[in-house]
């Protein structure tokens, strides 16, 4: 029986990475994304020639009728919620030292990184209480954090913040929720190539140069999309809790 995904943030980069890995591994996908699908309409007709099945729906994980209209739009169309990717991150509009960020920029991550991606996993794990199990379970969640949830980056604290926020969330619902037959992973991404890097690129360039990661060159949307692919896969339903570091290596500790 097929199943369905629901990727926040998916139309574009990593989003958009696991969207068409899931779609490859066999899922039904919707995405929830702010942005008009006007804005994405190459993207879309690229997902349409690959085959790939799938609803976009405009919406912000902030809002909670958003986020119920978009479960009930997965349900009314798919039957069941199988799988939850809370991909839907931003990055503070400026790079501030710690001792000069602002309110504002700090409740704006907080908003959507962390109590966005709460309040969508709390209602995802409703509806998924309610269904069969299939194939030894009746949902996964998967949260993409980032090294930042552990690396100290002092000119964007908030981020770093409201990423180990995420990393806590799985730990909670993972505890939470493994009863109910629900499995909660986390994939933690390193340097990665997208929008949100291309105003840093020569910075990291230079730095890949100088060996800040074992696996000197820029993460892909792919490489976070393959972690995701395997938490999906139904093989680890053993663990739950569970989180991978996709960052080249720069995890380790050396001398």
């Given at each position: 029986?097929?199943?369905?995904?629901?990727v926040?943030?998916?139309?574009?980069?990593?989003?958009?990475?696991?969207?068409?890995?899931?779609?490859?591994?066999?899922?039904?996908?919707?995405?929830?994304?702010?942005?008009?699908?006007?804005?994405?309409?190459?993207?879309?007709?690229?997902?349409?020639?690959?085959?790939?099945?799938?609803?976009?729906?405009?919406?912000?994980?902030?809002?909670?009728?958003?986020?119920?209209?978009?479960?009930?739009?997965?349900?009314?169309?798919?039957?069941?919620?199988?799988?939850?990717?809370?991909?839907?991150?931003?990055?503070?509009?400026?790079?501030?030292?710690?001792?000069?960020?602002?309110?504002?920029s700090?409740e704006?991550?907080?908003?959507?990184?962390?109590?966005?991606?709460?309040f969508?996993?709390?209602?995802?794990?409703?509806?998924?209480?309610?269904?069969?199990y299939?194939?030894?379970r009746?949902?996964?969640?998967?949260?993409?954090?980032?090294?930042?949830a552990?690396?100290?980056?002092?000119?964007?604290?908030?981020?770093?913040?409201?990423?180990?926020?995420?990393s806590?969330?799985?730990?909670?619902?993972?505890?939470?929720?493994?009863?109910?037959?629900?499995?909660?992973?986390?994939?933690?991404?390193?340097?990665?190539a997208?929008?949100?890097?291309?105003?840093?690129?020569?910075?990291?360039?230079?730095?890949?140069?100088?060996?800040?990661?074992?696996i000197?060159?820029?993460?892909?949307?792919?490489?976070?999309?393959?972690?995701?692919?395997?938490?999906?896969?139904g093989?680890?339903?053993?663990?739950?809790?569970?989180?991978?570091?996709?960052?080249?290596?720069?995890?380790i500790?050396?001398?």
């Amino acid at each position: 029986m097929k199943k369905s995904a629901i990727v926040t943030g998916g139309s574009r980069g990593i989003g958009l990475g696991i969207v068409r890995q899931l779609a490859k591994d066999g899922y039904s996908v919707v995405i929830l994304d702010v942005n008009s699908p006007e804005q994405y309409k190459e993207t879309f007709d690229q997902l349409t020639a690959e085959g790939v099945d799938y609803v976009y729906i405009q919406g912000s994980i902030t809002e909670k009728n958003d986020r119920e209209r978009c479960i009930e739009e997965t349900v009314r169309k798919y039957g069941s919620v199988d799988v939850l990717v809370n991909n839907a991150g931003i990055a503070p509009r400026v790079r501030a030292d710690l001792l000069d960020m602002s309110e504002e920029s700090f409740e704006r991550l907080i908003s959507v990184n962390t109590k966005g991606t709460m309040f969508m996993s709390q209602a995802v794990a409703k509806q998924m209480i309610k269904q069969p199990y299939k194939d030894g379970r009746k949902g996964i969640i998967v949260n993409i954090s980032s090294m930042s949830a552990e690396v100290s980056s002092i000119n964007r604290g908030e981020y770093c913040i409201s990423k180990a926020g995420v990393s806590m969330l799985t730990l909670l619902y993972a505890d939470r929720l493994a009863s109910e037959g629900i499995f909660v992973y986390e994939v933690r991404p390193g340097i990665i190539a997208t929008d949100m890097t291309a105003g840093v690129k020569e910075k990291y360039d230079a730095l890949f140069e100088q060996g800040i990661c074992p696996i000197k060159r820029w993460g892909t949307p792919e490489d976070i999309a393959n972690a995701v692919s395997v938490f999906c896969s139904g093989k680890l339903l053993y663990t739950t809790g569970q989180y991978i570091d996709v960052d080249g290596g720069f995890h380790i500790r050396r001398l």
